[in-house]
T-cell receptor
Framework: KQEVTQIPAALSVPEGENLVLNCSFT??????LQWFRQDPGKGLTSLLL?????REQTSGRLNASLDKSSGRSTLYIAASQPGDSATYLC??????????FGSGTRLLVRP | DTEVTQTPKHLVMGMTNKKSLKCEQH?????MYWYKQKAKKPPELMFV???????INESVPSRFSPECPNSSLLNLHLHALQPEDSALYLC????????????????FGPGTRLTVL
């Protein structure tokens, strides 16, 4: 059974810092990995999608990498801003087309 | 139009009520999903529709009844719910259910906050 783990569970950084969020999964048979952002009480906003054949994707200040063989992904946020404060969720699509989520990392960027 | 909309935003219902949640997208997506999210937990998949046919049912109790009347609409009919069913219900869509490619990217709506008294 696919399990997705995110470390750390919570992170507090001063504004301007570069940071890395980690995601690991137990079964490398995935179709893709998707990173989401969720603000309190809101829906999910898709940030980046990495196909199983890809190594990384970039969008603005965000860069996500995927190492399928080791079951790991990282989300790099450059020059963090208070507006980046949210919960970040990673999710993998398994071989039965189901999206399996990690428990998320709660990020606080302090002004 | 690149968004998924959900109505209502909030819903309070008693255990004997019947209500429905609605989800709509006009991106031409042919896969639509219902997720349930409890407080401080990740979303959990409930149902998946592909080309208006139910493809995945994650052993959800029959008091939840999904319906996909056309390619743009997804409903979730609720009946005889329990207080533990209180949660944020999220709808999502993607181009297709695919083995690979960007068409698998899922786009989520803002959710319906459901409270069962």
């Amino acid at each position: 059974k696919q399990e997705v783990t995110q470390i750390p569970a919570a992170l507090s950084v001063p504004e301007g810092e570069n940071l890395v969020l980690n995601c690991s999964f137990t079964d490398s048979a995935i179709y893709n990995l998707q990173w989401f952002r969720q603000d309190p009480g809101k829906g999910l906003t898709s940030l980046l999608l990495i196909q199983s054949s890809q190594r990384e994707q970039t969008s603005g200040r965000l860069n996500a990498s995927l190492d399928k063989s080791s079951g790991r992904s990282t989300l790099y946020i450059a020059a963090s801003q208070p507006g980046d404060s949210a919960t970040y969720l990673c999710a993998v699509m398994d071989s039965s087309y189901k999206l399996i989520f990690g428990s998320g990392t709660r990020l606080l960027v302090r002004p | 139009d690149t968004e998924v909309t959900q109505t209502p935003k909030h819903l309070v219902m008693g255990m004997t009520n019947k209500k429905s949640l609605k989800c709509e997208q006009h991106m031409g997506h042919r896969a639509m999903y219902w997720y349930k999210q409890k407080a401080k937990k990740p979303p959990e998949l409930m149902f998946v529709y592909s080309y208006e046919k139910l493809s995945i049912n994650e052993s959800v109790p029959s008091r939840f009844s999904p319906e996909c009347p056309n390619s743009s609409l997804l409903n979730l009919h609720l009946h005889a719910l329990q207080p533990e069913d209180s949660a944020l219900y999220l709808c999502a869509s993607s181009q297709r259910l695919l083995a690979g490619g960007p068409g698998n990217e899922q786009f989520f709506g803002p959710g319906t906050r459901l409270t069962v008294l």
